[in-house]
């Protein structure tokens, strides 16, 4: 009875029958993915976190060498994939480090997503190939420093001069901002909110770096200053009017967060699992004793729970059928469940927790802003809270 | 030119292994993978093929009808795969390992076999070499580098003084290092494109191969533990002990 030998131990993934919910093509594209972060990301990912300088140049031309920038997008060099191989992506680069995950999460389901989505063809000729291949990397401003959870409020404005328009404003906390060589830039304008296409290096676009993070060191992240930019008239992306635009990018992103999060729980999670039998305490590995199985058994519990509803979300958008309420609910669970895993794998690794040495601390505090970026916590409680009732808590 | 890769698939060595307690075999009842050491071979196989626009055939002998490694090496750039699945090859020992593989190359039309040195999960290292004898064609062994010039092979073989450079002609079996190259990350077009490429499935009885094991395990031990080193407080002589300890071990 090979299955059944006693005392075998199983993987997170086998507890669950995971695979068997993915095909061969999925399972061996996170298996690449997974490789990568091993040898790309691993051995160096924490010295990255701790300079707080990341090496994004080289990573995105692998990264599109391997096919992940874009990789759910049809077309212009893009992989075509579905909506489950992008979140098992987003996974594998997640358990090498949350920073590693915003470059491609930003890149393709912001940037990229929102050209791809509502660009002119002359827009999408010149710049989504370029991404895919890792060669461009794109930003995406819409938060400012004073609209946060409601966008809807931005300042940022664009007024007619001409046939030109002029930019003036701000963004902040822009992931990929200042080493971005195009910036899909989010306007008022006297016909509405509007997306814009800003190459990096137009005059009067200043893109600085945020210093003094604890979290997301390993990410390039960033304060966009528009000083009267001016940008011809075929800058602005033809099909992005209103705050729907954005938000259809965003609800992408939550998406691939919706996965991505469970994969630093993961790392966590194997962290914890491979030290508590390995570490010795009165006499014995401290995996043995039944506090640290409870916590172990309790934290896989909600990681196999995360995991199977983020796939069944995934399989429900390849259907096209998905809610951004379904999506809400997902990127809430996974960030909350993943943020709690991280605290808990911490305590069981005791002082070697809060080393650089081990991977925990550093995806525990990461993910104190995965749990707060592409829409808090808080908000997507709200929007739950008004699907449920009808009453909406926020206008 | 068709170059045969040899491509063993093992459990994934990320998860938690176990040997069976009655039969001592390793248990593959879960996730299998492309044996790490065969990559490099499967890479070499693809350069040289680049190279000579030559043609690579994966060949693996893998059971329950198993192709997801193999998958590995068609995403990578091979063009097609033999895979031989039997029940009568539980526990099939290296001997009969070579056998079923001599005869699956001979179906491939291969001029040259690439293996690995040896496999991650069984450590024989006895393979490439059986091969090569079953097939009546030269082995050349633990190469760090491979070239083919015309219907000449040659490799560079790493020793403790340098390199044997090593010829022969075609058909001809290498088996190469791992660290040779790096293995290609199959791109995402590649894992998709990996789908439509044929792999052919094969039993003992397709190949005309017996189901005949010399070998059998007695048992099995674990490793003993190692014993923790000497540790002793320097009360000054610290100097001549460990000089004297390193005369006893000869390494003075």
């Not at chain 1, 997974?34 to 140049?57: H, I, N």
């Not at chain 1, 306007?187 to 509007?194: F, M, V």
């Not at chain 2, 062994?141 to 090593?166: C, H, N, P, Y």
């Amino acid at each position: 009875m090979e299955g059944t030998v006693a005392g075998a131990r199983r993987s997170l993934e086998e507890l669950f029958a995971l695979d068997q919910l993915l095909s061969s093509e999925e399972l061996e594209i996170a298996a690449v993915v997974r490789r990568w972060v091993e040898e790309a990301v691993k051995p160096s990912v924490a010295e990255w976190f701790e300079s707080g300088e990341l090496p994004a140049r080289e990573l995105a031309l692998e990264l599109g060498k391997l096919g992940v920038m874009g990789m759910h997008l049809d077309g212009y060099g893009c992989a075509g994939l579905g909506a489950v191989a992008y979140g098992l992506a987003c996974l594998e680069l997640e358990a090498g480090d949350s920073g590693i995950r915003s470059l491609v999460s930003v890149q393709g389901s912001l940037a990229m997503k929102a050209i791809h989505a509502f660009g002119s063809e002359e827009q999408r000729q010149q710049w989504l190939p370029p991404m895919a291949a890792g060669e461009a990397i794109g930003c995406f401003g819409l938060t400012e420093p004073d609209f946060g959870s409601n966008p809807a409020g931005l300042r940022t404005v664009a007024r007619r001069s001409g046939g030109d328009w002029i930019l003036n404003g701000s963004k902040m906390w822009i992931t990929n901002g200042h080493i971005a060589d195009v910036a899909v830039v989010w306007a008022r304008t006297e016909d509405g909110i509007k997306g814009f296409v800003v190459p990096a290096g137009t005059k009067g676009f200043v893109a600085s770096p945020i210093h003094h993070k604890l979290s997301l060191r390993a990410s390039a992240t960033s304060e966009l200053v528009f000083e009267d930019l001016r940008l011809p008239a075929d800058a602005t992306l033809p099909g992005g009017i209103g705050m729907r635009a954005p938000l259809t990018c965003l609800g992408e992103a939550r998406f691939g967060i919706a996965f991505g999060a469970l994969g630093a729980a993961r790392d966590c999670l194997r962290t914890a699992i491979d030290y508590s039998t390995t570490r010795i305490q009165f006499d014995r590995p401290i995996g043995g004793f039944q506090l640290t199985q409870k916590k172990l058994a309790e934290m896989a519990l909600e990681w196999g729970k995360g995991m199977l509803l983020a796939i069944h979300l995934g399989r429900t958008k390849e259907r096209g059928q998905v809610l951004a309420e379904q999506v809400s609910a997902a990127k809430m669970n996974s960030t909350q469940t993943s943020l709690e895993i991280a605290r808990e794998c911490r305590a069981i690794l005791g002082a070697n927790g809060i080393s650089l040495e081990y991977p925990v601390a550093r995806h525990m505090v990461n993910l104190e802003s995965v749990y707060t970026y592409e829409g808090t916590y808080e908000m997507h409680t709200l929007v739950l809270g008004r699907a449920l009732t009808g009453l909406a808590a926020f206008t | 030119m068709k170059i045969a890769a040899f491509v063993k698939q093992i459990p994934d060595q990320a998860a938690p292994q176990a040997l069976d307690p009655d039969s001592f075999r390793l248990v593959r009842s879960g996730k299998m993978i492309i044996d790490d050491s065969d990559s490099y071979g499967v890479e070499v196989s693809l350069q040289l093929a680049e190279k000579l626009g030559a043609e690579v055939v994966v060949v693996s002998m893998a059971p329950g009808q198993e192709t997801s490694g193999v998958r590995t090496a068609l995403a990578m750039g091979a063009a097609s795969a033999i895979v031989v699945s039997d029940d009568q090859l539980a526990g099939a020992d290296a001997l009969l390992t070579a056998r079923v593989l001599a005869q699956a190359v001979s179906r491939t039309g291969a001029d040259l076999v690439v293996a690995a040195t040896e496999s991650t999960d069984g450590y024989t290292g006895t393979v490439p070499a059986q091969v090569a004898a079953l097939l009546g064609w030269p082995a050349l062994t633990f190469a760090k580098e491979l070239e083919v010039d015309g219907s000449t092979v040659r490799i560079k073989r790493q020793t403790e003084d340098g390199f044997d450079e090593v010829e022969a002609e075609l058909p001809a079996v290498v088996s190469v290092t791992a660290g040779s190259v790096v293995p290609r990350y199959p791109s995402f077009k590649g894992i998709m494109g990996a789908k439509s490429k044929p792999v052919e499935l094969l039993s003992l009885a397709d190949l005309g191969v017996a189901a005949e094991v010399g070998e059998r395990v007695l048992g099995v031990r674990d490793a003993e533990a190692r014993a923790a080193g000497e540790v002793f407080e320097d009360d000054g002589t610290a100097e001549e002990r460990i000089v004297a300890f390193l005369d006893e071990i000869k390494v003075l």
